[in-house]
């Protein structure tokens, strides 16, 4: 199940969110928690009772080493604690690495070794690696001595709750605990409800009225042979790439936020407006924050961080962007990708002196125009497709654009006005790229300037209405369901 379906926004969030209150005012707390964790239960496993049954069996395996796990370190026998901890992280790793890897390792032993091994088919649960990444946080904490108390029941909430299961925000298990177990948290919050409808609405909007549209002229792009396409086809469909990742993985963020707001409980952010930042290292401060904190606190920091000289501080940093890549999907592609941002990262650590004098906007257009590039070998199919996507556009020949690209941009609500207003209508047929030129500027304004941010919220009618429209124009856009790019991972 996804947010973005009829099944969810008519039915199960409904259920769910009356359910609950009704629970907790019969002061039913424990059933309310249940609800919660069954709920979420059904949520992944509706059409997937693969993905379901994994994350029982990995949820309980988990919270057994979790458990002998702080039972060592409360008798403080620092030598087991250390050999449980190793063998759990590791055994995250290998489950992992079977689910996510086993083909692009034996494709390579195959393709490099001259070997021939095949392998039956492996169903990827859905959501692996963010689980895989929350287990991994909640064992580490425990060892730390973050974590002093276990209870099955929190774990199961913590693991399943059902906005954060599939794509995040990564979120630690003390933080959503001590939330769903505060008495004051079970109370209904109008204002809490307001703000988490007008997030839930607006990121329904970034889903359905931006990314979905861009996705069409982006399968369009990848799904062409570049030698077949113009310079402008390449260029723009870069872009809209950027655009898309940008809004279908923050509008999935909001969603999380507003369904999480309605129910008393606070996730981390997400994104903060992430495109208007004037180097990389600003951009991952800003772009998919809690997966860059997860890194820091549980990659970065025990590699040493930055306390052990220059040389190591790049070294780690390579590394913690190879895993980052990696992390993202099995494909050489997103190796490559992470690679470009470590190296960038590497570099603007450096020169952090002398960029900081270069003019604010032009470190603010070679920093996007590096994201932009860096997306294209995170998008394609292969390496050789980002590469000539990439050669086209250093490279530029056609400057005309494809009718085909600018089919991808024929709204319905665009239709409606050409039939009701001749004169439009008239206008848009001798201007074809009039409407994807102005589609693709309103994007760009509104990933730089509206904030991503979760902050105050006053309820008025003004916002109540504006929610009511955008929530129905989504909802009556929503003809057909399309996967949100980050539910591969």
Wanted: with cysteine; proline share 3%; charged share 15%.
């Amino acid at each position: 199940m996804i947010f973005n379906s009829y099944i969810f926004i008519l039915l199960f969030l409904p259920l769910v969110l009356v359910i609950y209150y009704i629970l907790n005012h019969m002061r039913a707390y424990s059933a309310s928690k249940a609800l919660l964790i069954v709920s979420s239960l059904l949520f992944i496993g509706y059409g997937d009772i693969h993905s379901l049954c994994f994350l029982l069996a990995s949820a309980l395996l988990t919270f057994v080493s979790g458990y002998f796990l702080m039972l060592s370190v409360v008798k403080n026998n620092v030598r087991f604690s250390k050999f449980l901890l190793a063998a759990a992280l590791s055994l995250q790793v290998i489950i992992l690495g079977y689910y996510k890897y086993t083909y692009f390792i034996i494709d390579n032993l195959n393709k490099y070794a001259g070997l021939s091994f095949s392998i039956d088919t492996i169903l990827v649960p859905a959501g692996i690696s963010f689980i895989t990444f929350q287990q991994i946080a909640f064992l580490v904490d425990i060892y730390r001595g973050k974590i002093t108390e276990l209870s099955l029941g929190d774990y199961l909430f913590y693991i399943s709750y059902f906005p954060k299961l599939l794509q995040g925000p990564i979120t630690g298990y003390s933080v959503l605990v001590s939330q769903i177990n505060e008495p004051q948290n079970k109370k209904i919050n109008t204002e809490n409800l307001s703000y988490g409808l007008w997030l839930f609405a607006t990121g329904l909007v970034r889903k359905i009225l931006l990314s979905d549209v861009l996705s069409k002229a982006v399968a369009w792009g990848y799904g062409m042979s570049v030698s077949d396409m113009t310079f402008a086809d390449t260029l723009l469909v870069s872009v809209c790439f950027t655009l898309q990742i940008y809004f279908d993985f923050s509008g999935y963020s909001h969603m999380a936020l507003g369904i999480s707001k309605m129910l008393n409980l606070n996730l981390p952010d997400n994104f903060d407006t992430p495109y208007i930042s004037t180097s990389i290292i600003e951009f991952w401060k800003k772009w998919h924050i809690s997966l860059t904190s997860f890194l820091r606190e549980y990659i970065y920091f025990p590699l040493g961080g930055s306390r052990k000289g220059k040389t190591r501080t790049y070294i780690n940093t390579m590394l913690v962007f190879l895993i980052s890549g990696l992390w993202h999907g099995a494909s050489w592609n997103y190796v490559i990708w992470g690679g470009m941002h470590g190296l960038a990262q590497c570099l603007n650590r450096a020169f952090d002196r002398q960029w900081q004098k270069v003019h604010a906007i032009i470190r603010w257009a070679l920093t996007f125009l590096f994201v932009d590039i860096a997306w294209i070998f995170f998008r394609a199919s292969t390496v050789s497709q980002a590469c000539s996507f990439v050669q086209k556009i250093f490279k530029p020949d056609k400057l005309g654009i494809s009718e085909e690209f600018l089919n991808c941009f024929d709204l319905p609500e665009v239709e409606f006005l050409a039939d009701s207003f001749p004169a439009f209508g008239t206008f848009i047929g001798r201007y074809p790229a009039f409407i994807m030129s102005v589609f693709l500027i309103l994007c760009f304004i509104l990933c730089l300037k509206v904030k991503d941010k979760v902050g105050s919220f006053k309820p008025t009618i003004a916002k109540c209405i504006v929610t009511v429209l955008l929530f129905c124009w989504s909802v009556v856009s929503l003809s057909t369901v399309v996967e949100f790019i980050y539910g591969d991972f």
